[in-house]
Every structure is written in structure tokens, then in C-alpha cells.
């Protein structure tokens, strides 16, 4: 065994000392923003499910209830009921007296049309606006106002006001004023209760709610009449509910939102004029009650205005929020749906391809090989790893042990095994890629295997692994690595996904030629695809990435080899699994970046950049950081909407995910056993990995350049497993 050695620089206390600080500051403004967009999106998502609160038509009515508490001739008298000041008084119409009235609104398709038919026979009415939607078309309250309407209030989000307490009740007015005030520089006195009807149906929960709302100054109107035409019953009908008997006077209740209104307009262009011929008139419901035309909107305070300013805006940027989180999730849902085709179509055809009879690389490749192991602080895995490299059953191996500068005596074990085809090379500290490309310059071979210090392989691995070489314009190979420890339940996970997601996956990037990633534990490079691609760079940290694409760019293939296995240990811990997975996921989108002036070149490296960046831009990064959304929709949807729905379509993606599990364990001979713990794998697991793309993400976007990190080891995978756990 040959050992080289390297003196080791002196480390700069003046340069060393103030990094940690500075590591910790930038690290704590990572976590803020982190938190800072997940508590936006939170919010949004809040602001958005209270606007858009689902609500029944307003004629339904709870069961029978005590009426003891509503004042004496209020359950017989009017439709409009003043309880300001402490008194309760009701107000009828005078009779051939019509005051038309609308709820639901504004609507961008309905209001219109209605205040349409209203100017063409010259008729006022009132229109009972809910705030969010006074948010999302301030210019139609306006126009109401404009053409001699008046507004009243219906609450902000349309809920059952007598199931709601106090302060929700306050909120619900005091929102809608808001709104009211910055559409039109107006506020509103008048109010209607959702789901109220006529005044003998007011209970002792009822009149509480009026009693309430009367003390903050508001007119709470019902009706004498329901038109119906939420039910749209036909034009005939509707005409018929909102007529009234004789000569009496009348509050009509009509709908200007919430469906299809066009039978609403039919029917007022018809009952207006009827109602006219018999002598009514038509009124609004300050004018009914003896007050001014403009007592039910006086001016608002400007303090009023711009609240109501700034709600609107919360509102529209939620609404803007939640279309854009719409599309996305339709985005989600077409990728996933397009990977999990195209795996079925082409990752099967890839595994019959390689497994038929007649397929060959071409002659069979028995020249010698250098196994490069960079190893730091590796004295836990180094043992198995090195004697399983150097006992492969490949003729003519050669075992190079890279050791960036370990103190725990990882030199020292490998010395001990006393193996005569392997060298050990202290290196002064340097990097991953740095004690790679030592290792591949010490190499006396043109064929090079690269393999991580705690990955061991089988017997066969190297041997299976360069036989693609035996086609001359293969200039790289990816092994098929697996997970060591897969005992507990956080490594079946991982075997999960080492086999769904990567090893699957490279069935397909082989097929499209566009593997984007030889993996550290287990690779082998030509040594002209080396020199051609510039060798290792310390320009990402994901550097087997970065050689991997620079290695297409120089015009040689990159393939995948199936049958060359080799078992990593994972991290056994999920602090440890953070730390990789944020260096891999971070390094690809480096990687990515830094290598997309392809999509401009010409010749091999145009191929790569026009074809291969989009696909893998698209399922390797895009589609892991859009993935989130069907958890966060999922969630959204159980509180908020349609909950079987909401299971429905989260059970049918996990079936998608069974499906292609099943099918990448099939494909590569393993056992079934670990995907009982798929179901949780996806509640659990991969909401961790959302977690760490997105600390990715925003780390990619603040700029950070890592240190080659180092995982606690625990030497659990010290020989080749027997199978799967």
C-alpha cells in the first residue's frame, strides 16, 4: 500500500473566527423569509376561504324556535325594523308602495343587466351589497349609487349571523361599511340579515342579532315578498311571488348574484310595468320610511375610506393568489400525470431493452480501473467500503483513498487492511471535488470509478458498471444505488425514493438521453470525458451534477446501468437528511443555472441545453418545489371546501404514486414489503422534503456557497444487504 502525503496549511484565525457569526446571521434572515412566505401564504389562503364562505340562497330558515324575547308587534308588523336608540319600532309600506330590493351583490354579469331594466322604466330600488364582493367590483356599487339606487349592507362573507358571536357579528358590518366607504365615499345605514325573510319568522336568536346591529346604528330590512328567483322557477312564477295582493304595499326580495340571473331580469321587465298600470309606484327604502334620499348613504369618513382601501386590496391580492395557486396546482397535476405516462411507456421499455438477449454494449471492457474514494472523517463506513472496491471481481483494479484532511484516523484504517491494489493520499483540505480530481490525476487507468467512503458494492458493481463502455461515444455511467439501511422507518422511506425517484427516473432521463446527475456513490467516467468536460469544479456544490452535465455538453453519452448496484448508508437521522438533501437540491438548481447558456450553443452542447435543461427543469426542480400544493389544497379543501372532493382527488394522486412505486420496485426486483409504509411516506416524509426545497429556493435566490458538509455515520451498512427490508 502507497501512502502520499501533504503538508497541511495553518488555518487563518482572523479569517476563521468571524465565519460562524456570519454563517448563524445569514442562516437566521433564511429562516425569516422561509417563515415570512409560508405565514403569506397562510394568509392568503385565509383571506381567500373567508370571502369566498359557501352560502345557501337566503330564503332558507332554521326549524321552529322561542319567540319570547322579540317585543310585541314586531313578529306582526313591518319588514323594516328600527331598533336605534333602544326602541323597537317596525315600518310598513304605504299602499301601491313597491320598494325592490336585491341581495347577493354586486355581480359583473347581473348588476348590469338589472340596473338596465331599472333605467329603461325609471325605477330606484335598494341593493344589499356583500362586502368582498363590493372588494372584487367597487365600480358597480358606484354606478348603483350614481343612478339614484341606494346601498345597503349584507355582511361580508354571507354567514348566519344569529350562529355567530359578537364580535364576528361587528366584524361581518364593520367590514361591509369599509368596503361601502372606499367604493363609493359612502356608508350605509340599512342592513339585511342573510338568510332573514319575513317578520313573523324572527326568533329570540334573530331578533338578538337586529337588537345588536341597532345599536350600531343600522335599519334592519326583511321582506313581504320572495320572488324567488333564486330557485328560478320560470319568469311566470317569479312575476306571480313578487305581485302583490291588491293594493298593499310591498318589500320585494330579488337576487342580482349568485347563479344565473336571467330569468330576474326577464321577470322585473315584465312586473314593473304590470305593478305600474295599477297604479304603484316604486320607492327606495329610506324614501319608504319618510326618510331623504340620501339618508341610507351619507358620506364617509376619509379614516373609512382607506381601510376599506386597504381591505380591498388584501382581497384582490388573495383572489389574484388563489387563481395563480389554481394554476399551478392544474400544472402539478399535468406534470405528475406526465411522468407517471411517460415512466409506464418508457422507463418499461428501457428495463425490457436492457434485460432482452440480444442487447450488448458492444465488446466486452476488461481493462483496468481506478476507483477514486474521497473520504473525510470517514473512519465509521471506510472499512467495508474500500475492501468490497478492492476485492470487485473486475480484473485490474486499482483503489485510490482521497483523504481531505481527516482527524479521525480514517488514513489510519485504511492502512490497516493491508490491501495491496489500494493507495491512500492525504490532501490538505480542499473540497470534495478537489480530492476527486487528486485522485483522477493520481489514476493510471483511463477508466475511472467514482464511489462515496460509506457505499459499499456488490462483487460484480465495477465490473457491470464499465462494461458501456464498450460503446465508444459513452463517456459516463451511472450506477444503481440503494439504501444500506433501510430498518427503520425514515430509511424504508428513503429506499422508497432511491428507487422511485432516482433510480426509476434515470430509466427514463436515459431514454430521452438526458440523465442529469451521476450519483457520488456509485459512477464511472472515461478519462477523456474528464478532460473534455474540465474535470470536477468547486463551482456548486453539487459538483457529480455539475461533471454530469458538463460531460454531455462535451458530446459523450451518459447512460444508466441497472445492474451495477451499490448500498449507501442514508442518513439516519431527519437533521442529517435535511443537511443532504438541501446540499443536492440546492447544487441541482446551481447546476442548472450555471450551465443554462447551452440552450444557446450550437454542435453537442446545444442538444444538451435545447432538449435535456427544459426536461429536467421541469421534473427535477419545478415539479419538486410545485408538488407542495396538492398537501396545501388538500388541507385548504378539508376545512374550507368540498371534503369528500377534497379526498377524492388526494387519494387519486396517492394512487398515482402507488402505481409508479410498484412499478419502479417491479422494474428493479425488489421487494414489495417497504411500500406499506407508502401512505405515510406521503404525509410525513415528503412534507420534510417540501421543507427543504423550499429552504433551497430561497437560499438559491439569497446566494450562499456551501462547504463540503459531513454526515454523522453510524457503519450500519458494512456488507451487502441480502435483500430488501
Known sequence: MTVYRAAQPAPDPLTTSSLPAVRRRRTALRVLLAVLVLALVATLLFIEAYTNSGFAPDHEQPGARAVGKVPAGIRDGGPILDATGGQARSVRLPERTVALTFDDGPDPTWTPKILDVLGRHDV??????????????????????????????????????????????RLEHSQTQMLISY??????SLLRPPYSSVPDAIDDRDWGTIAAAGGQGYTTVLNDLDSRDWARPGVDAIVKAATPEGQAGAVVLFHDAGGDRAQTVAALDRLIPQLQQRGYRFTTIAEATGAGAGAANPPASAAAVWRGRGLAWSIRLADASWWVLWGLLILVGALTLARALLLLLFAVRHSRRRRSVTWSWGPPVTEPVTIVVPAYNERTTIEPAVRSLAL????????????DASTDGTSEAVEALGLGNVRVVRVPPGGKATALNTGVALSRNGLIVMVDADTVVEPDSVHRLVQPF??????????????G????????WQHIEYVMGFNLDRRLYDTFGCIPTIPGALGAFRRQALTDAGGLTTDTIAEDTDLTMAVHRAGWRVVYQETARAHTEAPATLGQLWKQRYRWSYGTMQAIWKHRGAVRDSGPSGRFGRRALPFITLFSVLLPLLAPLLDILAVYGTFF????????????????HAVTAILAFRLDREPLRPLWTLPLQQLVYRQVMYLVLLHSAITAVTGRRLRWQKLRRTGEVDAVPAGGA
Not at 367604493?183 to 350605509?188: F, I, K, L, V
Not at 470487485?392 to 483523504?403: R, T, Y
Not at 464498450?470 to 439504501?483: E, I, L
Open 124 to 169: 330606484h330600488a335598494t341593493f344589499f351589497e356583500i362586502g368582498a364582493e363590493v372588494a372584487r367590483h367597487p365600480e358597480l356599487s358606484r354606478r348603483v349609487l350614481a343612478e339614484g339606487h341606494q346601498i345597503g349592507a349584507h355582511t361580508f362573507s354571507h354567514p348566519q349571523l344569529a350562529d355567530l358571536p359578537g364580535w364576528r357579528q
Open 183 to 188: 367604493a363609493t365615499g359612502r356608508s350605509t
Open 392 to 403: 470487485s471481481a473486475h480484473p485490474g483494479v486499482e483503489v485510490i483513498v482521497v483523504d
Open 470 to 483: 464498450g460503446d465508444g461515444t459513452v463517456g459516463a455511467v451511472a450506477g444503481n444505488v440503494k439504501v
Open 485 to 492: 439501511n433501510r430498518r427503520g422507518l425514515l430509511g424504508k
Open 641 to 656: 371546501l368540498n371534503r369528500t372532493e377534497t379526498a377524492i382527488g388526494w387519494l387519486a394522486m396517492l394512487v398515482v
